[in-house]
Nanobody, 114 residues
């Protein structure tokens, strides 16, 4: 059974930093691309960043230069390092893997506010 468990969401001031983690189980972690998505209130879920099994990354334009996705295949964990946070980054952040079907975690809330 595939499980994705996110953690690390919090309330942070504009300009601050956070690191999100997603622990995966039930998959051969190192062969699958992992993604971070987010959904703000009243908006559709959108891709934030994605990292292939081999480490190739891609980012939404809105987070380029501020967010970094990384993975530790020994720990079956993917991270999202978020710097220079803005109020518009406020959202529930979800971890995703597609093994032929999509799997999602329950999400972790990031609130950027003074």
């Amino acid at each position: 059974q595939v499980q994705l468990v996110e953690s690390g969401g919090n309330l942070v001031q504009p300009g601050g930093s956070l690191r999100l983690s997603c622990a995966a189980s039930g998959i051969i972690f190192n062969i699958y691309a992992m993604g971070w998505y987010r959904q703000a209130p009243g908006k559709q879920r959108e891709l934030v960043a994605r990292i292939a099994g081999g480490g190739t990354t891609n980012y939404a334009d809105s987070v380029k230069g501020r967010f970094t996705i990384s993975r530790d295949n020994a720990k079956n964990t993917v991270y999202l390092h978020m710097n220079s946070l803005k109020p518009e980054d406020t959202a529930v952040y979800y971890c995703n893997v597609n093994t032929g079907r999509d799997y999602w975690g329950k999400g972790t809330l990031v609130t950027v506010s003074s």
